[in-house]
């Protein structure tokens, strides 16, 4: 009789587990964080990351119109709010932006930054490399007359190379960023390169193209970093490390250069006021001026200064294409001026 009832009993006891365990799952899987904005619960363990594979904004956007313009979902095992008005965006990225300053810890950040920089840290080091930033661009002309008349110099060379490309299709991203690349260069090391500089071609377009790949990849790994293990992650990776790497090699010997040059008086660039601040500060242990800091906020210069106005001018190019009066209102516009 009691042999019987084993089995019996044995089922039992998997149908309490069960009966306890179901309960705190489901509750694992919809509980929010406390003050969460509404959103979509999604999928168990997923979240809503299922529903992102292709054309997240689109999925994101419709996903709006139910929950509102501010809206929380999980990723995965991330909670995540997302914005979706203009309003929105103004409210928390402008007038609260000290607030949404920082960035979300990921292997992709430290793949691309090393932890230096300030495009992926926050705190302290990030205030005080943003503050001397803003300050030594300033006064390096970003923002003021000085600033047009070199963007203007640059936009004479390109529609030089315009000319030379006469009526044939082409792709116009690498002028583009060439000629971007080149304003950045200025105000960084107070150089520009020629548009047949293949060298110079190859490492600008490097990261650029690494992101705008493998746009995907990178939020995918910020909120799974786990995936890097797998093939294809711990392929983007390895090339964005290279990409970094080759931008590196033209980095470092051109602040080597400038190294010889500094004077402990007056800068050119962003480079020379950057080595003054670290020999002005050599004997405070409390410093965050480095050499390696310095390379950072040069790579972040050259590579946020690029990537993003690159592809706001690739935007505006298509919108321009599918537009043509509004092109004749921006000739008039400028012929005007």
């Not at 430290?110 to 001397?132: C, M, S, Y």
């Not at 377009?205 to 705008?212: G, H, I, M, P, T």
């Not at 919108?319 to 092109?327: A, D, G, S």
Request: charged fraction near 25%; charge should be positive; hydrophobic fraction near 45%.
């Amino acid at each position: 009789m009691i042999e019987l009832l084993a089995p019996s009993f044995d089922k039992f006891s998997w149908v309490l587990i069960g009966a306890f365990i179901l309960p705190v799952l489901i509750w694992q899987w919809v509980k929010r964080p406390k003050n969460f904005p509404p959103g979509p619960v999604g999928l168990p363990i997923l979240g809503v990351a299922g529903s992102l594979i292709n054309r997240a904004e689109v999925s994101l956007m419709k996903m709006s119109w139910t929950h509102g313009p501010i809206m929380g979902v999980k990723l995965l095992r991330k909670f995540t709010v997302v914005l979706s008005s203009v309003e929105a965006m103004q409210n928390a990225l402008v007038k609260q932006g000290h607030a949404y300053a920082g960035r979300p810890d990921s292997i992709m950040f430290q793949a691309f930054t090393g932890g230096r920089g300030v495009l992926a840290i926050d705190g302290p080091r990030w205030k005080e490399n943003r503050r001397f930033g803003t300050v030594t661009l300033r006064k390096l002309g970003a923002g003021r007359a000085i600033m047009e008349e070199r963007i203007v110099d640059e936009a004479m060379y390109f529609c030089e190379a315009l000319q030379i490309i006469q009526k044939k299709s082409f792709n116009i991203t690498k002028l583009i960023t060439h000629s971007m690349a080149n304003v950045i260069c200025g105000l960084a090391f107070g150089e520009r390169f020629n548009y047949d500089d293949k060298r110079f071609i190859s490492t600008a377009r490097a990261l650029v193209d690494w992101f705008n790949d493998n746009s995907n990849v990178f939020m995918l790994l910020v909120f799974a970093p786990f995936l890097r293990h797998f093939w294809p992650f711990t392929n983007a990776v390895k090339s964005l490390k290279s990409a970094r790497e080759k931008l590196y090699t033209m980095l470092i010997p051109i602040i080597d250069r400038h190294r010889e040059t500094v004077d402990d008086y007056d800068y050119r660039d962003f480079i020379e006021a950057y080595l003054q601040k670290i020999s002005q500060t050599r004997d405070d242990p409390t410093s965050f001026y480095s050499d390696k800091e310095l390379l950072g906020n040069v790579r972040d210069l050259f590579v946020g200064g690029t990537d993003t106005t690159v592809n706001t001018l690739r935007w505006t190019i298509i919108y321009l294409i599918n537009r043509p009066e509004v092109q004749k209102k921006i000739q008039k516009e400028i012929d005007r001026v």
